[in-house]
């Protein structure tokens, strides 16, 4: 089981459509941060496939400027 935490920058002014958008994705867990224009993710796929199949989904995001990894952890 992948598990990853990122910090998700978003687009100028897109935070609530980047908000959106990780929403419709499955195995991820998303808090908007309070003070600052970002956002809080968390993965957590059931295999390594998954976990790169949602990393292109991350990827393909207008909305998303760019991730911070802030943890990650794959079983052996």
């Known amino acids: 089981m992948p598990v990853f935490s990122y910090l998700a920058y978003p687009e100028q002014g897109a935070k609530e459509q980047l908000l959106k958008d990780l929403s419709?994705?499955?195995?991820?867990?998303?808090?908007?941060?309070?003070?600052?224009e970002l956002l809080i993710?968390?993965?957590?796929?059931?295999?390594?496939?998954?976990?790169?199949?949602?990393?292109k989904k991350l990827k393909?995001?207008?909305?998303?400027?760019?991730?911070?990894?802030?943890?990650?952890h794959m079983d052996d």
């Not at 419709?24 to 600052?36: D, F, G, K, W």
């Not at 993710?41 to 990393?55: A, C, M, N, R």
């Not at 207008?62 to 990650?72: E, T, Y």
């Open 41 to 55: 993710l968390l993965t957590d796929t059931p295999d390594e496939d998954s976990e790169k199949q949602l990393q």
């Open 24 to 36: 419709e994705l499955r195995y991820c867990e998303i808090t908007p941060a309070q003070n600052e």
């Open 60 to 72: 393909a995001l207008d909305s998303l400027q760019s991730l911070g990894m802030a943890f990650g």
